[in-house]
Each structure stands twice: as structure tokens, then as C-alpha cells.
């Protein structure tokens, strides 16, 4: 229910209490508010807590926080008393939140198998961001794009700081240094993003994905497209424009043309990911090694099982002279703008669901945007994909599903047109009686080829 609260000197109508969190997993420095953010949620009639800390790595401090209006509380009182609970992964404990609460995380769901086990124990409604579907309408929801496409440019930035050898090309009176040759492994935004800061830096970029759309993309960028370009490979995106897998035929094919390319770069950045399943194993040991020593690989798919054969989760390994580069959690490591970008990301959804004027919750259960995001509703499996079902409409709409049958309209129109006709020829005077015959047979005769028309 709404209720009072002075902000700033000024007194708001606020009914949603909304908590921050500290992240508490392992490599994971960002949060999920900003002082934006905070401001425009209190404008939306929300009241904001944010834990002690949380903005830390992002650097945020409480005050920056408090000043934008939020209140700093310890961990268990923002828990316990938050309506929303908007965080970058999931919460370690979901059972200090209230019941019916909702919480709105990245919460892998594919990756944690309990995740909507321990969301339906605590009777909470959880929506998983990572799961927006992409449609033009939820594009400022997108957490995959706004965070991948910073891990791309962070790629390269790595590549560089173990690339013992310059990027550009440069001419000096003791000699010519030749540019890097640069090959990014998989076009979506990370890889689209690491071409155009590649191209930035001056490397020679290549680029390779198993989608036919990308090949454009990546030539506007600079990039040379490299792939067997078969029947297999011309529809090998699903209509989320995300990849398949491929048969076992083409991936040899494409492993062999990709294998004699490797051989000539000096930097190869590997971003393939598949939803749901193991990351694709692009790069063998046989083209690690065939790189020539000074050489780096940056693994952006190394927490799904990763695109090397060699690559190892959050260590930096050397192969015969080749530096392999497995860094976690990526999009953390430029906290600060993550952070931001994934705040936004999470303000967009919430404007969708929270009714400005009654400041509270009004979700459209029958939205793209939530169908595609839900797991648990009040605690109820919700998505087909994770144990659950689609929201059922409510028992009144379905009370109303028989005036919308086909048969029964039809008849309706039907009768009523027999009435009218029979009034019509009732009210017509008897001297005219062969007249109106005539006229009616006209009309019978137009009206039928009108209806023919119409279907």
C-alpha cells in the first residue's frame, strides 16, 4: 500500500521498497544500481535501500547513494522488508526474502540447476535478465548485449597487455614493425566489438562466425569473413538470431579451413556461445601449437567449458610460447560502466512493470518481454523451458471465451439477416410485389458476391 516519504525536502508518494545487495560471488565487482538509476526508481514511487558496500567496486560510494536517495541498511533488513530485490547474480540465500517478493537477477538458470527449485521454496517471483527475448521492443532490457559488448572491448585490451609485439603498423628510420593480425571467433556483439577495437588499435582483423547475416556486419567493420560458406552454414541462425550447432561434417570442414588460418595470426580471440549448452570447441591443441611463440588467446567462453581446448577457468596459461588467457567474469572487470549499463537495463524493466500512478505492481503476465523473463510466480514454475508453464489467463477471461466463438456469430448474423428480410418484404406495398421481387433477387444476388469477397 502507498505510503509518505520524505526525499530530498520533498514528500513522495512511495509504495515499492526496492533493496540493493552486496554481491557476494566470487570475481563479481559490479551492482545493480546506480546513482541514476536510484533517482529515477524513486521517481517511478519507489523507495530505495541499498546494503552498506555494495557499490564499491563499481565505484559507488554509500554517500553517492544516499544523496541520490536511497537508504543504506545491512543485508538482513533490506532482504526482509524489500518488495523488489534487484541484483547481478543470484543471492546466496533466497529464504530472508519475504514471500511473494520478486527477484530480478541474471540467475542462470541453465548453469544453476536449483536456481527455480530455491526460488519456488522461498514463494518468490523471479525473473532471470539474461532471458529478455530479442525483440526491438526489449532491446533496452538486453543484459547479454550491454555486458558482452564491454567484454569484447576488455578482449582486446587483454590481448594487448600479453602481446609482447606492437599493434599498428609503424614505419621509423630503423625499420617497418607490420601490424598484428587479429582473428575473432564468433561475430555477435562481444565479437563485433573486439573487430571494431582491434580495428581501433590498427591490427588486421579477420573474423569468423557460423551465421550468414554476420558476414556483412563484420566487412562494414573492416573485418575479412572467414567460414565454408555451404548450403548447412546458410541457415545457421534460429530466428533469435542466435547460432546452432552445427552437424559434425561442417564443423570438420570449417575446423580445417580455420586450422590453416590460425597458424598465420598472432592474436585470436574466441567468443562462440551457445544458450544453454557447452561453449563449442573451436580451437585444438594442434592450432595452439602451430601459432608462432609471442602469440595470445583470449577464452571469453571459458566459464561455459570454453572455445580452447587449452584455455583453463580464470588462470592465464602459456603453451609452447602461445599465452592463453581464461579471465572470468569479464564484463566485472570494467565494473563501473557494467554496472551502469546493467542498472539501466533493469530501470527499463521495471517501467514496464510498476504502475506510475498507483505505485505498485502491474505486470502483464501475457507480455513477450515477461513470459520470456519469468521462472517462478509467487513461488510457481512459470517458464516452459525450466519445469513450468505459461500463465493461464485468469478464470473471468475465460468466462468470456464463448462470445467469441465463430459458429455461434455466424448464426447470430444469419437470423438477423433473415429477420431484416422477411420485415423488408412485409413492409412493401402489394402493387410492387414484382418490382420488390426483382429488386430483391438484385440484391440477394449482390450481397452474396460481397460475402465472397469478404472471405
Not at 509518505?4 to 525536502?9: E, L
Not at 573485418?223 to 546458410?234: L, N, P, Y
Request: proline share 5%.
Amino acid at each position: 500500500m502507498p505510503y509518505f516519504r520524505a526525499i530530498n525536502g520533498k514528500e513522495l508518494i512511495v509504495g515499492l521498497t526496492v533493496f540493493i545487495p552486496k554481491e557476494s560471488a566470487a570475481h563479481e565487482q559490479r551492482v545493480s544500481a546506480s546513482p541514476e538509476t536510484v533517482k529515477k526508481l524513486t521517481a517511478l514511487g519507489c523507495s530505495l535501500s541499498v546494503e552498506s558496500g555494495a557499490g564499491e567496486g563499481s565505484s559507488y560510494t554509500d554517500e553517492a547513494f544516499k544523496d541520490a536517495g536511497a537508504k543504506i541498511v545491512k543485508s538482513d533488513e533490506g532482504f526482509s522488508k524489500a518488495d523488489i530485490v534487484l541484483a547481478v547474480q543470484c543471492p546466496k540465500d533466497l529464504s530472508v526474502m519475504k514471500k511473494g517478493a520478486l527477484l530480478v537477477a541474471m540467475l542462470a538458470p541453465y548453469a544453476n540447476k536449483d536456481v527455480v527449485k530455491d526460488c519456488s521454496k522461498a514463494g518468490i517471483t523471479a525473473f532471470a535478465m539474461e532471458m529478455v527475448p530479442r525483440i526491438s521492443r526489449a532491446q533496452n532490457m538486453d543484459v547479454l548485449s550491454s555486458q558482452s559488448n564491454l567484454a569484447g572491448y576488455k578482449a582486446v585490451l587483454d590481448a594487448a597487455a600479453h602481446y609482447t609485439r606492437a599493434f599498428p603498423m609503424m614505419m621509423t628510420a630503423a625499420g617497418t614493425v607490420p601490424p598484428a593480425k587479429v582473428f575473432i571467433m564468433g561475430a555477435g556483439v562481444a565479437g563485433l566489438q573486439a573487430i571494431a577495437t582491434a580495428k581501433r588499435l590498427g591490427a588486421v582483423v579477420s573474423a569468423t562466425d557460423v551465421r550468414p547475416a554476420v558476414k556483412e556486419q563484420v566487412e562494414s567493420l573492416g573485418g575479412t569473413f572467414v567460414a565454408v560458406m555451404d548450403d548447412e552454414f546458410k541457415q545457421a541462425e534460429t530466428s533469435g538470431g542466435y547460432a546452432k550447432e552445427m552437424s559434425e561434417d561442417y564443423k570438420k570442414k570449417q575446423a580445417a579451413l580455420i586450422e590453416q588460418h590460425i597458424a598465420k595470426q598472432d592474436i585470436v580471440i574466441t567468443t562462440a556461445l551457445i544458450p544453454g549448452r557447452p561453449a563449442p570447441k573451436l580451437v585444438t591443441k594442434k592450432m595452439v601449437e602451430s601459432m608462432r611463440p609471442g602469440s595470445v588467446i583470449v577464452d571469453l567462453a571459458v566459464e561455459t567449458g570454453g572455445n580452447c581446448d587449452s584455455s583453463k577457468e580464470g588462470e592465464v596459461v602459456s603453451i609452447k610460447g602461445v599465452t592463453i588467457v581464461g579471465h572470468l567474469n569479464v564484463p566485472s572487470r570494467l565494473a563501473a560502466d557494467s554496472s551502469a549499463l546493467y542498472a539501466r537495463n533493469l530501470l527499463n524493466l521495471l517501467s514496464l512493470i510498476i504502475d506510475k500512478e498507483k505505485k505498485e505492481l502491474a505486470i502483464d503476465w501475457e507480455d513477450e518481454i515477461i513470459k520470456g523473463v519469468a521462472l517462478t510466480r509467487e513461488g510457481k514454475p512459470v517458464h516452459p523451458n525450466f519445469g513450468g508453464e505459461a500463465p493461464k489467463a485468469k478464470p473471468e477471461e475465460k468466462a468470456e471465451e464463448p462470445k467469441e466463438e465463430a459458429k455461434p456469430e455466424k448464426e447470430k448474423d444469419a437470423k438477423s439477416d433473415k429477420a431484416d428480410s422477411e420485415k423488408k418484404t412485409k413492409s412493401s406495398p402489394s402493387k410492387k410485389k414484382s418490382k420488390d421481387k426483382e429488386s430483391a433477387t438484385k440484391d440477394s444476388s449482390g450481397t452474396a458476391k460481397k460475402a465472397a469477397g469478404e472471405g
